[in-house]
């Protein structure tokens, strides 16, 4: 399915226009037997997708791993709640900007609820580094990029998909290596390299015969 998305389906609108740089879209869904079964799945879909300290998991491994933390940079062990950060180790050389990770806040999660669909989407952004103090935005992409992660359900169907917008490389930093770094790690993430790992997180949300229990 091509995420073109109109803005009269359900959770268009929680994903953030495209105005510059690049724009990535990851989907996957799955048809349930009855509209019962998909809204009882949806609940675990829900769980998983707020379970950020197991998308590595989730994903089966194949991708970068994710770290939950408080808005002081703590890590913490619960589902994610706005003004979180997520801390991100990729592979390769890490940003020193971020303490060798990249990091993004959660900016915003939003349901909706209609008549016979319901979205849930977590709006992420790039941000500096909550450990240091420091104002320098601590990810290979500008703090205009966002990450939307949303699933949905419409009927029997059930959508898990990631939303990639305004993805510019962060080369105006203040540490001429950490410009370097997100030059490169932009670029790939910019051709194409960052989306095998959100096909793999968004198909891994919707893996039925996962025995995955919520934490």
């Known amino acids: 399915m091509e995420t073109n998305k109109k803005q009269n389906e359900p959770g268009a609108a929680h994903v953030p226009p495209q105005h510059t740089g690049s724009e990535m879209n990851a989907v996957e869904m799955i048809q349930l037997a009855s509209e019962a079964e998909a809204i009882h799945f949806f609940k675990t879909v829900k769980e998983r997708l707020l379970d950020v300290n197991r998308w590595t998991g989730i994903a089966g491994g194949a991708m970068s791993n994710f770290f939950l933390t408080d808005a002081e940079g703590n890590l913490i062990q619960r589902k994610a709640t706005s ?28 349901a909706q609820v209609l008549d016979d669909a319901e979205v849930l989407s977590m709006t992420a952004r790039p941000s500096a580094n909550p450990l240091t103090g420091s104002d320098q935005t601590a990810h290979f992409l500008t703090e205009e990029a966002t990450s939307t ?23 105006d930093t203040e540490n001429t290596l950490d410009n370097i770094r997100n030059t490169f790690v932009g670029w790939g993430a910019k051709v194409g390299f960052s989306y095998p790992q959100w096909k793999a997180l968004v198909k891994g949300l919707l893996n039925h015969d996962n025995p995955y229990q919520s934490a």
């Open 83 to 110: 003004g979180d950060h997520i801390r991100i180790d990729i592979p390769g050389p890490g940003s020193q900007t971020g303490g060798g990770y990249d990091w993004v806040t959660i900016e915003e999660i939003k």
């Open 149 to 171: 992660f949303q699933v949905k359900r419409i009927g029997c169907t059930i959508y898990a998909e990631e939303h990639g917008r305004n993805e510019v490389p962060n080369t």
